[in-house]
């Protein structure tokens, strides 16, 4: 697999032992997601379980339910704050844990 990268990194002009630019990228992107989810799992105040990270070309995505607006808030700052990332896209949604509990009452 290598020798593949090196031949494709060959003949886009990049000289050998460059890795084509959207390996590069998807590794940075994995790279941002992995610093995002230690950042959010290591601050206290924040559910980082609860919390679900998407990178795409430098731009996270945050999904998934936290407890109140200020966890929502903490966890945006938090990312804005890591290393390559380009924008953040905070889809998070606040439930209580009463609304929780009448959500699941009502499913049975």
Request: glycine share 8%; aromatic share 2%; proline share 1%.
């Amino acid at each position: 697999m290598r020798t593949e990268i090196l031949d494709h990194g060959n003949r886009a002009g990049r000289g050998a032992g460059r890795y084509p630019r959207r390996l590069r990228a998807t590794t940075q992107d994995a790279w941002i997601t992995t610093k995002t989810k230690l950042a959010l799992l290591s601050t206290e105040g924040v559910s980082g379980t609860a919390i679900h990270v998407d990178t795409v070309l430098g731009r996270v995505t945050l999904h998934g339910k936290v407890r109140s607006a200020e966890e929502k808030t903490k966890a945006e700052t938090i990312t804005q704050k890591i290393d390559g990332v380009q924008e953040v896209r905070n889809l998070l949604q606040i439930f209580s844990a009463q609304r929780e509990k009448a959500r699941q009452v009502s499913r049975r």
